[in-house]
């Protein structure tokens, strides 16, 4: 996407250099800053650091870690258990995010398809470059299927201003090009549709406030930042028409683990009669779960995230403190959305309701 | 309440001299600093700045104003019509709770039952005295019966810890002695039963993070904090048993207006069958209104509460800048959360469901 006038990713890899490069998304939106990652430890610091944050992303990130694996590997060998090895320690950087084991399984699995060495190596590089170029295209296509929906509400309100809410940020940071929940935003403001977009800040770690507000700012789409408290009074009084929010793993029986908070979020949408829709690459799915409460693990993270708050004063990336010193904190880092409270999934085939019949009539070749 | 040794309250006269103090309630956990208050212009001030909050406190500054508009008064005569614009000006000061029109109302009839003088300052302090006094009973009151739900948990759990979530902070700090939701939590606590409190950080001036979890801390009271996004998952996950909420205004028929926020957890308390409690004494119950989402205004405050966030770091107070400087914020104050959503009130009168009979039988006296 353009960041005043530059074409710009989340990550690449370096032409004619065998290193990653990544937006370090902790400093935005008052630094932009980019980290080069060298090795697989280097990606697997940077998904636990959130240094990467968002599904397709961290799936990305993931392969391209294996990439590093393999040009570290022994002699450049690749030997398969050697990459075994580190894709196990890859996939189990954060443990909600399911694009992760995704991706990188999948790349793991075209390295086997050469016999080693060199060969393997250029057959990694390949499959991790497909994945980002894929889930691109999957965020263009949840875009043009999602602007549908918009388009109708636009409709419906003769042109006036379409209010949309989102909870983190599912844009393209999160996602390579265009985001997930907000590729329809992009797309219906690209096609002239007045739109407005309600930002949750989404503590703890503020990625709405930060990263979905940088973006839209630097697209030139109108929005607000509000605390993740206001979106139910802004529902009572008709001020949302529609959310979209992004997720880090959806059951194939449709129950959805996004960031903390999305669930509360979904149940004043319900509870106003407000659509509550939930975009994603089919690489997000997991095709095994059925019982999204019950079997998503929630990834618990470090207390300080909560306690601190980090943010810009005098130039400077600064933290300060808000509870009292010895107050413990407890920083649960998703929730998990029932499918009885999504109106529809937004998907790369299309839009499809949050249940195994639906979502295996647009995946029939996925579905196990 | 004892705070280190030292019993205290967030207001108070001076013995001896027409000053009120109180505690400057921005600047805590990480500094005790008390304000003078010498004029009707300095409570008015310290109620639009937050230095005093909650609902109760701000009754109770209000009245000990219309105290300082007297003493102030031209040639200490306490004129009528002097008096009347002094108490609008301070009833216009925040527009949420109704307790602030209440107090001064009252303050303001026992002035006129007196000549003028000196006499009407003596009966403008006496009154705002009793309120002060009366608002501390209250929620003792508030306590002991507030104290029996959560002792039935308890029993019910065979002993284990009762886990209660709280928004905001409607604590002594809130109320003058005990607070409201946080009394019966004191009570329960001082009788020995095993509680822990999960305290919302409360965004944005965090008086959860910084004002709950210090009184909690001071008491010796289990709790961990939590951003306002945490707790349907909680309640999802069985780690809720309760909810208890102070409130701003409750209208006679049951709505009850809080801190925003509060609204998506009685949601998500209602889908997850666990009960939600609001304490309040019967000041805050406004009986002329009947729909608390058309009716009751919501306070816009300041977007700069939501875009810079106050802490401390090197042992000073500080704040920083979340969002990119040009994204726009909003910050709203307040929600109302249905009756529908609300188990039960806990009043200085005992326990009454939230609709006009039930409340109506609690306070036959005061309904109109």
Redo the contacts between chains.
Sequence with gaps: MLVDGVQMRPIWKVDGKEIIQVIDQRYL??QLIFKDLETAEDTIDAIKQMVVRGAPLIGATGAYGVYLAAVNSPGRMVDEEYLRTECEKIKAARPTAVNLTWAVDRVFDAALKEPSGENRIAAVRDEAEKIVEEEAENCRMIGLHGYELIAEISRKKGGKTVNILTHCNAGWLACIEYGTATAPIYTAFEKGIDVHVW?D????L?QG??LT??E??KAGVK????????????M??DMVDMVIVGTDRTTHTGDVAN???T???A??AK?NNIPFYVALPSSTFDWQLTDG?AQIP?EERNPDE????????DGKI???????A???????A???TPARLVTAFITERGICRPNIEDIGQLFPDKMK
Excluded: C, M
């Excluded at 800040?201 to 703890?204: A, G, L, S, V």
């Excluded at 929005?223 to 802004?234: F, K, P, R, S």
């Excluded at 010895?326 to 649960?332: K, L, N, T, Y």
């Design positions: 939106p008052h930002a800040e989404t503590r703890p503020n406030a930060r507000a940088w839209l700012g929005h607000t930042v509000i605390t993740d408290n206001a979106g139910g009074h802004l009572q009084h960031k903390i908070g669930y509360l979020k149940l004043a509870d409460i929630i909560v306690r601190f708050v980090q943010g810009e004063s600064n933290r300060v403190l808000i509870p009292p010895q107050s413990p904190a407890a920083d649960f998703f929730d998990v």
